[in-house]
């Protein structure tokens, strides 16, 4: 194979952190993309924190009304691009591949640039703390108040900056799992054989790469009008203000999805294998999550009912969003079935799954509350909106991403977590969670608007505003408690096997962790709950559905790392900062990110040389 | 110790569908770019008509000249298409020929596209004062018109259109600017696969999956220009849109 010279070797056996950042292994990227997104899920919840003192009492002056209209976008922005998607995508990384019977998955270096670049549009929005200021306008920056005339710091370019990097990133990542899981199942892992987990992503993935764009464009044309005077969101010159509403609001209610299928994916494994039994109506549950995904295109103005749209709009949507509750309710009541007559063991997955499941229905049940437009128009922007996101986005996507820490903890280190402070961990969240965001229900119901500094003595919020900070420095200890428990069980706790679960799908039939190439040899599956059946001799024998690379393989070939993702994604960091302060260096930006591109093109997957190293 | 691998040779590894990893991702792309463009142009006809002040597209549009660059970048899909059935044919010579026209005749598109916003930016309105029928002038006519009086036959004022000028300035450079830039994109490519075609062994009859791929996007990149031109150029211009 004829090669162009580029003067940099490739990293051939890195060791320590040129291992990590040179890395194309899903495993790795997937611990990289976990450990990242907690820590920045962590400053996140710093934010909450302060927000929350800052609330606790009538009249407090904890921070500066300044400061707290960026607590609040920061936080929401945070939670959403920063700790909720990357910790979906740590899962995707490292389970999917294991899950579908695959080495890695179909873009190696693909995958390992959506991980810096994810880092950088991090990077660029967290340190917008430091330089001037962050963004204050709200997590969906709602024009004008976005407009240069109204807030004029780097704030809001930073904001604008850092999710369109954000947005490369989970594109990248999102056209790389749909490739694997279409084209990389091991033979007789058919699509109706996918663990549900995979399934959840498969549709997060479309999700990700239709929503996207939209949010491109609308965040393309602010920035246009803030740093080139057009006149998209102008009002002067005509513009309308409900069009960055429509925009926004077309990716963002798909976003909703985005951030709960997979964490519906999570809890639809951990329930089967706690209860020993297969997964009641996995059809029903696969369809239901199409038809979410589907359906979440067509619910996104009930975030606008007050805006003034019409009664027709207003009717479509309000029954629209009546309507996806429907299979919602179907995962619901299929997941109990799951539970109904089997032998529960409540370990902490469980528990959090079961966690998962009845937070996720109070936050369901507000939400059809507010899908009656006549209704809504009491609760908009008022604390009762408030405490139903962190039902579904706390209590349901949070608690199913904890479930899946500790359901693949054993997995993904070798080592298991400590059941005892796993146990009080939950109860601790559990607690903790319900005491700072139920009461908010009342304070929406009697009137607290959200993203209000503070109040004053009289109006009947002092209580409930005082229990729910209470109850949100004892989530704050829960976190503590998960902390110490991961940290001290990943160093020294108890070697894992295999199969600590007596689990159901292929990621348990490997060692633990798994070794680089995952299978030794490619599984064949015959069955959906493939390695329950296999240990069990339930394996019927007939002829694998689709046809795959079983048997010609006598040694293993890895990807070889490289530099070139983390040179791009660089180039990507660089380019942001240039958009924000000079356009100099975003020249700078692209030409490294241009020299990246191209030696990576050249750059052949398996460098020819290197095979016979490899080889043994 | 035979060698055969999954991942040695990027085109021929076993998929479950058997299509080729790369092909799927190229897809899933355009459905996103699908989206892209879908977004800018429902920005384009929200904003459609709603211009507070002139030049609007009537005053701009030359429908005669943008026929012709779309004329121009349709036949570059077609010698695309010759370009690559050449090389699966491993005619070498007859496939650079092809692609260097997909080439020439992209970059005389995007010539156009620099001409027209040129010509935009520094449009001038002209009145003959002699035959003025108010029914007849757009609303940027009407203004330069009142420079009409005794004896002066003629007026020539600079109207240009910005994208700072109004919402269709925005709206349109927006669009047809990342258009244009998509194909400059596909430019760069194809340069670089015509460039490399020279080099032994990079550009080749069994590789031609390389081509295939910058093929596919060329076609999409024109294929959305066709929209554009129906929905900006000849809706804006032509009544009863």
Redesign the interface.
Known sequence: ??TVAFPIPRPKHPTGVWNWITTIDHKKIGVLYGVTAFLLFLTGGLEALLIRIQLASPGHEFVSPEVYNQLFTMHGTTMIFLAIMPLSAAFFNFVVPLQIGA??V??PRLNAFSYWTFLSGAIILKLSWFLGGATNAGWFGYAPLTSMSQNPGTGIDFWIISLQVLGVAS?AA???F??TI????APG?SFMRLPLFTWMTFLTAILV??????I???L??LY??RA?????FNVI????PV?WQH?FW?FGHPEVYILILPAMGIVSDIIPTFSKKPLFGYNAIVLAGAIIAFMGWMVWSHHMFTVGLGPIPVTVFTLTTMAIAVPTGVKIFNWMGTIWGGSMDLRTPMLFALGFIAMFTIGGISGVMHSMASSDAQQQDTYFIVAHIHYVLFGGAIFAILAGIYYWFPKITGRMYNETLGKLNFWVTFIGFNIAFFPQHFLGMDGMPRRIYTYSEGMGWDLWNMVSTIGALILGAGMLLFMHNIVRSWRKGELADGDPWDGRTLEWSIPSPPPEYNFAEIPTVYDRDDWWAKKRGNVKHGVPV????GE????????QPSYWPLVVALGICIIGYGLVYSYTVATVGTIIGVIGV?AWSFE???DPED?DDA?H | MAQATITEHGEHEPTTTGLNHRKMLMWAFLGSDCMFFGSLIATYLVYKNKSLAGPIPEDVFSILLTSVSTFVLLMSSMSMVLAYAALTRGRMKTFRIWLASTIIMGATFVGFQVFEFHAFVNHEVVVECDHINPADLTPVELEVSAGCVDGVHEVEKVVGLTPKTNLFGSTFFTLTGFHGAHVTLGLIWLTSLFLLSFKKGMVTPEKNLDVDLAALYWHFVDVVWIIIFTVVYLFGVFPGF
Do not use: C, K, Q, W
């Open positions: 194979m004829t080495r890695d179909a873009f594109l999102s056209f790389n749909i490739v279409i084209n990389m199942r892992m790469v239709l929503a996207f764009p939209v491109t464009v609308a393309i044309e246009f009008d080139f005077g057009m006149n998209f010159n005509g513009g309308n069009l925009l077309v689709s046809g795959g690379s010609e393989e006598h040694s293993i070939h890895m990807p191209y052949p997957v398996n095979e080889a």
